[in-house]
């Protein structure tokens, strides 16, 4: 088994930024992509960004890249999430997410294990 547990979410006004951190425990060494998704009020919940748990290799849904940025500290294991730029459309509860099947996994339902989510508001 593998636990996740995310924090640094909240609210910022747009145009701020904010990092989330993902703690990963148990298990580690099975995890092989970690993601982070995310669900907007009323919505489905959609894929953010991954990185592979050993590598340098990562993957942003396109209509994020350039303002989000994933990274991982694996002495500490810990994913991120750095935010810029924030816009009132970002607005979701964000899920860290681990993968044990491979890298290049981009849905939701190829990951095996979930956090239990962080609120992000971002105010116009």
């Known amino acids: 088994q593998v636990q996740l547990v995310e924090s640094g979410g909240g609210s910022v006004q747009a145009g701020g930024s904010l990092r989330l951190s993902c703690a990963a425990s148990?298990?580690?060494?099975?995890?092989?992509?970690m993601g982070w998704f995310r669900q907007p009020p009323g919505k489905e919940r959609e894929f953010v960004a991954a990185?592979?748990?050993?590598?340098?290799?990562?993957y942003y849904a396109n209509s994020l890249k350039g303002r989000f940025t994933i990274s991982r500290d694996n002495a500490k294991n810990v994913v991120y999430l750095q935010m810029n730029s924030l816009k009132p459309e970002d607005t979701a509860v964000y899920y860290c997410?681990?993968?044990?099947?491979?890298?290049?996994?981009?849905?939701?339902?190829?990951?095996?294990?979930w956090g239990q989510g962080t609120q992000v508001t971002v105010s116009s």
């Open positions: 990185i592979k748990w050993s590598g340098s290799s990562t």
């Open positions: 148990g298990r580690t060494f099975t995890m092989s992509t």
């Open positions: 997410a681990a993968a044990t099947s491979g890298w290049g996994r981009w849905q939701a339902s190829e990951y095996d294990y």
